[in-house]
């Protein structure tokens, strides 16, 4: 699979389309253009179900298990964690899991959440030394009675959980912090390479809601610095009567926004998922000004099934998988990279 960056250089050179938000608003509703709210009424809509849909083009292989799960008529909780596992995994991406970039001291330190459609939810943060927190995140979750173990104390609850230790600092993830040290400019830009949290959201045959979300934060990071992503509302949220979300981008500026949970509070006062996120969007301007320089992105799945997403500037792509399409799509946006 390609990754981001060759993926951008082909729609650079014109090999590839890029779809921006026509497809989005097309299957969310047809009165998202422009600036106007509109209140949608769900009540009688049919349910879209079951439904895949996750964070940049490492979504096309996360959706992969996640779909084979909600197609055999499993559950959405199943499919999150199954299908960021992968990602997890996989050592070439330089933000998720093992082969993540370090902090400016060389640990790799990991962060994730997930939540169910009854409401529970599990996360670690600051986890080092195991490939996959998503899994860690959900004993949490199911075997304890907390939401949240960081650090030290989540490692010893993995070890006891029977997570093997390993180390997550690959030759090549090493090599690149090595090169950062040379000047140690700490620049938390993101959108380029050191980013690609996961956040993935899906429903399933029943109707149930569930997400996942997991990464290694930003790249040579203050140790100890936790993002967006493992904390409940923020990152990520699932209300089983409304929709989920989920975040991607400067975690620092989702928190202040609690943006997960207000894109799906916005659900709830009827806007559309595409609505929603353009509005926690717009949030974070009121908050930062005009100049900010970061990436922001949301997605949302509303409890009919309908989806979309929003970014502060181009280029987020997420990846959909339903029954009848299972493809990579671009979220409409506020303003261009310059
Ligand atoms: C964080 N939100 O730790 C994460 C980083 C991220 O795409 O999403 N990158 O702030």
């Known amino acids: 699979m390609k990754n981001r960056r060759d993926f951008l250089k082909l729609t650079a050179l014109g090999g590839a389309a890029v779809v921006t938000g026509s497809l989005i608003q097309s299957c969310d509703t047809d009165k998202t253009k422009g600036t106007a709210v509109s209140k949608q009424d769900n009540k009688n809509k049919p349910i879209q179900k079951p439904v895949v849909i996750s964070t940049w083009d490492h979504g096309m292989q996360a959706n992969i298990p996640a779909w084979e799960i909600l197609n055999n008529g499993g559950s959405a909780l199943d499919a999150v964690e199954a299908g960021v596992r992968v990602v997890e995994s ?39 030394n195991i490939e996959n927190p998503i899994s860690v995140a959900r004993k949490v979750m199911e075997d304890t009675p907390h939401v949240m173990l960081v650090g030290k104390g989540a490692l010893e609850f993995a070890i006891s959980k029977g997570f093997e230790e390993k180390n997550l600092l690959t030759e090549d993830s090493k090599l690149k912090w090595e090169k950062w040290l040379e000047t140690s400019k700490y620049e938390p830009i993101i959108n380029i390479e050191n980013h690609d949290t996961i956040g993935m959201l899906a429903i399933d045959s029943e109707g149930n809601l569930s997400g996942s979300c997991t990464t290694s934060g930003l790249a040579y990071k203050l140790r100890g610095r936790v993002g967006d992503s493992p904390i409940i509302g923020a990152g990520l949220f699932v209300d089983n009567e409304i929709g989920a979300a989920c975040a991607t981008g400067l975690g620092e500026a989702i928190i202040r926004i609690a943006g997960s949970a207000i894109v799906v509070e916005l659900m709830r006062h009827g806007y559309s998922p595409t609505e929603a996120c353009k509005e926690a969007v717009e949030r974070i301007i009121k908050i930062h000004g005009k100049d900010a320089a970061f990436q922001i992105g949301f997605l949302a799945l509303n409890k009919q099934g ?33």
């Open 306 to 338: 309908e989806y979309g997403g929003y970014s502060l500037f181009s280029q987020f792509n997420f990846a959909i998988t339903n029954k009848s399409k299972n493809e990579l799509a671009y979220t409409e946006y506020n303003k261009e990279w310059t």
């Open 90 to 128: 996989d050592p070439n991406n330089s933000s998720v899991g093992i082969g993540g970039a370090p902090d400016r001291e060389g640990n790799v330190s990991l962060d994730a959440c997930i939540m169910d459609h009854k409401g529970m939810c599990g996360a670690v943060a600051a986890l080092e």
